[in-house]
């Protein structure tokens, strides 16, 4: 079952922050993020494991909520670059499948 | 360069006729998936593969087969292609047997249209 994403899209002006949130159903080992521009190949944003710390670099950081199977990707200072749709993929506990939500479409305006 | 490579890149092709997407890493990976991309549908995983001679299907599995004879390589395999096939196909490969717990390297990508 893949992770529900919230929002399914979002527009933003240059230097404002966003949030996009990953929810799953399964009690979860670990939640991956990606960015995709139109017409390329998903890239590798950072990886969340259970009982691991935050994760962030530079302007964009998660977390992740074991409790509630969550996570959430926190975008600061959004710059035109950030333009583009992001994906949550999750991996249930016990199980070596890797699942992605339907992806939040960032826009980011000048 | 480290690298995944998909080939071909774009196919048109016929109901029935079948075909073979090639998917090929040289990053000595051990694990390997195939996922396929549709409009509002986001990836979906097709199968996956933990290392040589060990595949599991994914999420969206029917018409799709897979082989992992060598590390390096996992083909997907469509035998009787048909129309709902049509999607952009990702190939991508992991450090790990795992595959949760590491990075996923994706291919550029393999856009196939089945009339």
């Known amino acids: 079952q893949q992770p529900v994403q919230s929002p399914q899209a979002v527009i933003l002006r240059e230097g404002e922050d966003a949030v996009i949130n990953c929810s799953s159903s399964?009690?979860?080992?670990?939640v991956h993020w990606y960015r995709q521009k139109h017409g390329e190949a998903p890239v590798f944003l950072m990886i969340?494991?259970?009982?691991?710390e935050q994760k962030g670099h530079e302007k964009i950081s998660a977390s992740f909520n074991e409790k509630k199977q969550q996570s959430s990707l926190y975008l600061t200072a959004s710059q035109l670059s950030y333009s583009g749709t992001y994906f949550c993929?999750?991996?249930?506990?016990?199980?070596?499948?890797?699942?992605f939500g339907k992806g939040t479409k960032l826009s980011v305006i000048p | 360069e480290a690298q995944v490579t998909q080939n071909p890149r774009y196919l048109i092709t016929v109901t029935g006729k079948k075909l073979t997407v090639t998917c090929s890493q040289n990053?000595?990976?051990?694990?390997m998936s195939w996922y396929r991309q549709d409009p509002g549908l986001g990836l979906r995983q097709i199968y996956y593969s933990m290392n040589v001679e060990v595949t599991d299907k994914g999420d969206v599995p029917e018409g799709y087969k897979v082989s992992r004879k060598e590390k390096r390589n996992f083909p997907l395999i469509l035998e009787s292609p048909s129309p709902n096939q049509t999607s952009l196909y990702f190939c991508a490969s992991s450090p790990s047997s795992g595959g949760r717990s590491y990075e996923q390297y994706f291919g550029p990508g393999t856009r196939l249209t089945v009339t």
């Open positions: 993929g999750t991996a249930p506990a016990g199980s070596y499948q890797l699942t």
């Open positions: 969340l494991l259970k009982g691991g």
């Open positions: 399964k009690a979860l080992y670990s």
């Open positions: 990053m000595n990976h051990e694990y």
